[in-house]
């Protein structure tokens, strides 16, 4: 268990993001978004639930034995703070480590942009930041998050499943809240973080429709709410919001939700020509334009009213791509890939 540990700080020294164990293979690591191996010396049988379940608690260890698997965060010492999803497969246990940086990014790191930054002023509403598996939606969440608690007072409270991030308090206090462990549900987590005097709210899975009639409540009543999904586009985002409510009251969340959303944020990260991975973004401002397309129902227009406001901050994923490209940050060949419509980028560059 010990060389277990220890391949664990290797791999973390390696700036990988991601490891992968399976009992008879060997480790996989993902470093700036490729997978490759990291030796070619195979897991002992047994090892991998063995290691990893010896890092739980006895409440994950009976959820474990219950739904066969489990997803937690723990401190480790050398290999730093990670999240482990440790789970069946093929009748064996697999398991999945997210390394989470020793420290937060700033926003400057995470490349925020200012139209963003500023709306931390405000003090209701709804800075909703979304994407795939891996497009450092979280991290860029925590790091709007930490530039509010260096920038201002406020009591911030942090709720996920499981705690990523640790925060230290700067200027704000902080108070974190693990859903399943410091309270039963993630909708339970969110009504207690409205409930004990909280100014800011970030929230790391607002999936669930339970989860997201909860972050609308909190910020009606007067919270600024960071919250991340997983849909890669803001009209997606705005549609599944709405989809949270029944259909006969569908009016009511349109409603609720043009009046306290404030932007969405769609990341992605994308290989950079330095080598390392860099953000690229979908930013949606939430102006008198943007909340009448969400009353009125008219969710496929947004994409055109953000290609209308740049003016307003606003900018679609192809044309950020385009300009990281003619800033040279990016090639060509990376542009076209991860565009929404190769077939335009390709005219244009």
Do not use: W
């Amino acid at each position: 268990m010990a060389e277990l540990m220890k391949i664990l700080s290797a791999v973390k020294d390696m700036g990988a993001s991601d490891a992968h164990f399976q009992d008879k293979k060997p480790v996989m690591v993902r470093v700036e978004g490729v997978l490759k191996k990291y030796s070619d010396e195979c897991m002992g049988e047994g090892e991998t639930e063995a290691f990893f379940s010896g890092m739980a608690d006895e409440d994950k260890i009976k959820e474990l034995n219950r739904s066969g698997r489990i997803r937690f965060a723990i401190d480790t010492g050398n290999a730093g703070r990670i999240r482990t999803d440790l789970f069946l497969e093929r009748g064996g246990y697999s398991a999945v480590v997210r390394f989470i940086p020793d420290h937060i990014p700033d926003t400057e790191r995470c490349e925020i942009p200012k139209e963003i930054t500023e709306l931390t002023h405000n003090r209701s509403g709804i800075i909703i930041f979304s994407g795939s598996h891996g497009s450092g939606k979280t991290t860029a969440a925590a790091s709007l998050t930490d530039h509010i608690n260096h920038n201002r007072e406020a009591h911030i409270v942090t709720v996920e499943n499981p705690v990523e991030y640790v925060f230290d308090s700067g200027r704000s206090m902080i108070t974190q809240i693990e859903a399943g462990s410091d309270a039963g549900s993630m909708r339970d987590a969110i009504k207690e973080a409205a409930a004990i005097d909280s100014d800011v709210i970030m929230v790391g899975d607002m999936t669930g429709k339970d989860e997201i009639k909860e972050v609308i409540n909190a910020a009606g009543s007067g919270r600024l709410v960071i919250a991340v999904m997983n849909e890669t586009g803001a009209d997606d985002v705005i549609r599944q919001i709405i989809r949270a409510e029944d259909k006969d009251r569908r009016d009511d969340i349109k409603e609720r939700l043009s009046s306290v959303i404030r932007a969405v944020v769609i990341t992605d990260l994308i290989p950079g020509k330095e080598g390392r991975r860099i953000p690229v973004h979908e930013i949606m401002i939430a102006d008198q334009a943007v909340r009448n397309l969400i009353r009125e129902e008219k969710y496929n227009q947004i994409n055109t009213m953000i290609q209308t406001g740049k003016n307003r901050g606003m900018i679609t994923m192809d044309d950020d791509l385009y300009e990281l490209c003619i800033l040279e940050r990016i090639d060509k060949e990376t542009a076209i890939r991860y565009s929404r419509i190769p077939e335009n980028m390709k005219r244009k560059l």
